[in-house]
């Protein structure tokens, strides 16, 4: 039976993976990594330094380095480096660890909402279904038999809840998440994990952010998930900002938008715009910045 992590950069695939590796070995381990483009430069070194390790090889410190040349995104030239770079940076990394599966469909979500001809939400993330869900199915049906394989989420026990639309849309395949099950530990307890196996936190934790996916720019995020983005990456926030502002442009339509606000029971569309100028100007207090929302790329499954 071979074994297959959904490992996205963050801290619950990762020690979903290391639960499986203890269990069972490096040596039918998986890692199935669906590439957006859009990483942080810090995601893509803990994930590369992170699967080494459940590999039981040196770290790749030229790996490492190749990361950290990655650009930040602030400009479409930016995404196009990125698209030059991560490519090969991407073989590379399969070469040395075989069993690491690292996919791009070339696109960025921006560019999948642009082909869709429509912004993704909450509701509707078009970037998660072709970026995420689509391209590891097709995968996993590729090379593997139902009876062949057994796959796992890194979602935690607080997320339980999410398990019976991944069961569901995985099906006839046999799904399971480890880190629902006991030892019960939260994000805190795999950081400190994650520290004492030697694996320095991802930058977007440290920022605050409640998932380390898509550099921040997360459509199922909220207001105050977006502010974070804000304060923290304020160029990358500005490059999303135009990206909306042109959607809504080719579309012909102001009634599209990532983000909605409800007052007094009637929802409203909010731009990154307008959230981003009420937020200079002071008018913080009528962000909700409680609303974070969250990745659902494997947990929320949308029509295409």
């Given at each position: 039976?071979?074994?297959?992590?959904?490992?996205?950069?963050?801290?619950?695939?990762?020690?979903?993976?290391?639960?499986?590796?203890?269990?069972?070995?490096?040596?039918?381990?998986?890692?199935?990594?669906?590439?957006?483009?859009?990483?942080?430069?810090?995601?893509?070194?803990?994930?590369?330094?992170?699967?080494?390790?459940?590999?039981?090889?040196?770290?790749?410190?030229?790996?490492?380095?190749?990361?950290?040349?990655?650009?930040?995104?602030?400009?479409?030239?930016?995404?196009?480096?990125?698209?030059?770079?991560?490519?090969?940076?991407?073989?590379?990394?399969?070469?040395?660890?075989?069993?690491?599966?690292?996919?791009?469909?070339?696109?960025?979500?921006?560019?999948?909402?642009?082909?869709?001809?429509?912004?993704?939400?909450?509701?509707?993330?078009q970037c998660s279904h072709v970026l995420k869900q689509a391209l590891s199915r097709r995968w996993v049906e590729e090379n593997f038999e139902p009876n062949e394989v057994t796959l796992y989420v890194?979602?935690?026990?607080?997320?339980?809840?999410?398990?019976?639309?991944?069961?569901?849309?995985?099906?006839?395949?046999?799904?399971?998440?480890?880190?629902?099950?006991?030892?019960?530990?939260?994000?805190?307890?795999?950081?400190?994990?994650?520290?004492?196996?030697?694996?320095?936190?991802?930058?977007?934790?440290?920022?605050?952010f409640a998932h380390a996916n898509c550099g921040g720019f997360c459509v199922r995020g909220g207001q105050g998930h977006f502010i974070n983005l804000l304060r923290n990456n304020r160029p990358y926030?500005?490059?999303?900002?135009?990206?909306?502002?042109?959607?809504?442009?080719?579309?012909?339509?102001?009634?599209?938008?990532?983000?909605?606000?409800?007052?007094?029971?009637?929802?409203?569309?909010?731009?990154?715009?307008?959230?981003?100028?009420?937020?200079?100007?002071?008018?913080?207090?009528?962000?909700?910045?409680?609303?974070?929302?969250?990745?659902?790329?494997?947990?929320?499954?949308?029509?295409?």
């Amino acid at each position: 039976m071979q074994h297959i992590i959904m490992y996205s950069g963050g801290g619950g695939s990762r020690n979903a993976a290391r639960r499986i590796k203890l269990q069972h070995g490096p040596d039918s381990l998986h890692l199935l990594f669906t590439d957006t483009l859009v990483e942080d430069k810090d995601t893509y070194r803990y994930m590369i330094e992170s699967a080494a390790m459940l590999y039981d090889m040196p770290k790749p410190y030229h790996l490492i380095a190749a990361c950290a040349e990655i650009p930040d995104i602030r400009s479409d030239d930016d995404v196009q480096r990125r698209k030059e770079m991560l490519p090969l940076l991407a073989a590379k990394t399969m070469r040395l660890m075989p069993r690491f599966v690292w996919l791009q469909d070339g696109r960025t979500p921006w560019e999948v909402f642009r082909d869709k001809r429509w912004i993704g939400n909450s509701r509707v993330a078009q970037c998660s279904h072709v970026l995420k869900q689509a391209l590891s199915r097709r995968w996993v049906e590729e090379n593997f038999e139902p009876n062949e394989v057994t796959l796992y989420v890194g979602i935690d026990w607080t997320e339980i809840h999410r398990m019976e639309s991944i069961v569901d849309h995985w099906q006839p395949y046999t799904v399971l998440a480890p880190m629902t099950e006991a030892p019960y530990q939260d994000k805190q307890d795999m950081h400190r994990l994650d520290r004492l196996d030697g694996l320095r936190m991802q930058r977007m934790y440290e920022q605050g952010f409640a998932h380390a996916n898509c550099g921040g720019f997360c459509v199922r995020g909220g207001q105050g998930h977006f502010i974070n983005l804000l304060r923290n990456n304020r160029p990358y926030y500005l490059h999303n900002e135009g990206k909306e502002l042109d959607m809504q442009h080719e579309l012909d339509r102001t009634d599209v938008s990532i983000l909605t606000r409800e007052t007094d029971g009637v929802k409203s569309n909010l731009t990154l715009h307008q959230l981003r100028k009420e937020w200079d100007s002071g008018l913080g207090q009528q962000i909700d910045l409680m609303d974070i929302g969250g990745c659902g790329c494997f947990a929320n499954y949308d029509s295409p």
